[in-house]
């Protein structure tokens, strides 16, 4: 149960209402709001006079749950603005790793000369084998920091564990949880009390239930700016690297209140598949698209068989808008 306190009551009273109800408390504006185990039902009458509303749920998504808000979320870095009644679809480009300044600026100075405001790259790397790139750690970071100084860029990067995790909120200006990631309890509840978006990922073999019950760990530690990625799961498909459940994308679309980025780069593996459920994807009505863009897919340090090159990038970009279009959305 969703429980909003009237705006009289103390934060004595509402911690002790939590300690009642083995709630979790934050505040929102000026009253209090308490998250009960999904069990509650009723409240006892005593307890009524302290509460303005409550919202009983079936689960324990709850926070995100449409049950509770029915109005999406609207999330807003720098300019860019997604979510609410926007019909806004962002798109966030970049390379798979940062490795070179010299490649990070080239990547920049496209997304610029297309408008795209919102460079993703990614700096500490969880990669499946301890052989291969790991990431440049906090000198990425500072490259990052720095095409946001000279290019206007809005900077997304991935935390990979709770050791860097101050250095990410400090240098971006959305945190990314990645899909290895998604179950970090740490993580989840640092990023809870921050002030800034968290795109979090749904990991390649986790339930809608359980990937919304990660976003519930953020949004009950009182951030309410949370974006859910759907970036594919696997199945028993091995021709592609996961299998792109827009099934799933479309229930988190009908029952939560979280904005819905896609993630068609990761979902496919192969570059030649990327362009197409990427105009599905935009088509499909989400709020945000992720997409790999490296200068030279073919020498990239890590996913070099995802990765677009510039060129089929920049026609990819021009077929999206137009698809935008034609479903009343308009790509930023």
Known sequence: MVIHLKNTIAETTAQQLGQQFQAIVSKEADYFVLVTPFALKTLPDAVLPFVQAAWPMD??????SKNYKTELRKIRW???????NTNHTVVIAGPCSIESWEQIESVAKLLKSLNISTL???????????????????E??????EVRRQYGLNIITEVKDSSHIEEVIEYTDIIQIGAKAMYDHSILRRCGEIRKPVLLKRGFGTTLQEFVQSAEFILSGGNSEVILCERGIR????????????CGAAWLKQYTNCPVILDPSHAMGYAY???????????FGCDGLLIEVHPNPKVAKSDAAQQLDFEVFTNLMGDIRNIAVAVGREII
């Open 273 to 283: 598949g990327v362009p197409d459920l990427a105009k599905a994807s935009v088509a």
């Open 78 to 84: 720098g300019n860019t603005e997604i979510g609410g």
């Open 59 to 64: 689960s324990d998504i709850q926070l995100a």
């Open 235 to 246: 199945t028993f498909e091995t021709k592609t690297r996961f299998t792109f459940d827009l």
């Open 140 to 145: 990425g970071l500072k490259m990052l920091a």
């Open 120 to 138: 993703r790259a990614g700096c500490y790397k969880p990669r499946t084998s301890p052989y291969t790139f790991q990431g440049l750690g906090l």
